[in-house]
């Protein structure tokens, strides 16, 4: 009876052995099928969404009757009106607003998706339920639910002022503050969500591998867990930014004159104003600034991904 040899497998250096990727690799038919199938609904959105972008386009250009009725034309004044300094002050204030939403919700959604994502165990999809599930309520509803709760004789302020944190003039509504706070809420289920994915796909060895090399959790959490959740982060940042800028809901029940946005500007003049020339170029203005973000996203992805295969 012959005796077999047990074969023995080297390790690479370091002393950890190279993991397999056993996932199974999608053929040429299977990747056909799914294309076939995305095809429809890609179509779809794609045909509405440049068809309403060049119809506000084209009225961008036109004009308004005695009625208020848009009128199509080659009027370039809608769009030398956007140079106008208090067009402009709106458009940075919202973008300056999106982008610290983004910020902030980045900081708290971090830490939100550690724990659920490396820590929660048998509990993790019940939190994520009890994280999500507050948002199916309609927007809207909650923007003036949060309005209540930080207006002047709202139980955040009466708290404040109990224990010596706030006194008879401190104010949350029509405060660029207020604004924020309710971006925030709105939105931060967009970060938390990418941040959490991220995390469940990331080999909880490379923790253990960068405390031996950076030695404290907050070293090891900046050079290990950052860079390997980047994409998660980028595609977070992505969610919540591009609606905060346009967002409007916030601004109409958390702020004041001197907090709008440029969506309250777009809604003024399309449903108030009867300009639907000008609230159209500015809507193409907002697109443009959406856009760039977008394709920057993108760009970055690309790389990351090539730097991934290498």
Excluded at 1 to 26: F, I, K, N, Q, S
Excluded at 85 to 92: E, F, H, K, S, T
Excluded at 155 to 174: F, W
Aim: glycine share 10%; with cysteine.
């Amino acid at each position: 009876m012959a005796l077999r040899t047990p074969v023995r497998t080297e390790a690479p250096r370091g002393g950890r052995t190279a993991r397999r990727d056993r996932r199974p690799r999608p053929s040429a038919a299977g990747a056909r099928i799914w294309t076939w199938l995305t095809l429809p609904g890609t179509v779809w959105m794609s045909v509405f969404f440049i068809a309403s972008l060049l119809l506000v386009a084209a009225i961008s250009f036109g004009t308004t009757d005695q009625l208020g009725d848009p009128r199509f034309g080659t009027n370039l004044g809608n769009l030398q009106a956007l140079t106008d300094p208090a067009y402009r002050d709106v458009m940075l204030r919202s973008l300056g607003f999106a982008l610290l939403t983004s910020v902030i919700c980045l900081l708290i959604a971090y830490p939100v998706a550690y724990a659920v994502a490396l820590h929660a165990g048998r509990f993790k999809n019940a939190l994520i339920a009890a994280i999500v599930v507050p948002f199916f309520a309609n927007y809207l509803v909650r923007m003036y639910g949060w309005s209540v709760l930080l207006s002047d004789d709202g139980p955040v302020l009466r708290l404040l002022r109990a224990v010596g944190l706030a006194d008879a003039h401190t104010k949350i509504l029509n405060t660029g503050f207020g604004v924020i706070a309710g971006l925030v809420y709105g939105f931060v289920v967009f970060m938390i969500i990418p941040l959490y994915a991220a995390m469940e796909r990331m080999d909880t060895s490379l923790i253990e591998a960068g405390r031996d090399l950076y030695g404290g959790p907050l070293r090891t959490f900046w050079f290990v867990t950052v860079p390997a959740t980047r994409q998660g982060a980028g595609a977070g940042v992505v969610l919540v930014f591009l609606p905060a800028m346009g967002d409007f809901v916030s601004a109409q029940f958390m702020g004041g004159p001197n907090q709008i946005m440029i969506g309250n500007l777009i809604q003024d003049k399309f449903f108030e104003g009867q300009d639907w020339p000008l609230g159209s170029a500015l809507t193409m203005a907002l697109m443009a600034v959406l856009l760039i973000a977008m394709f920057g996203y993108l760009r970055r992805a690309r790389k990351d991904e090539a730097e991934a295969t290498r």
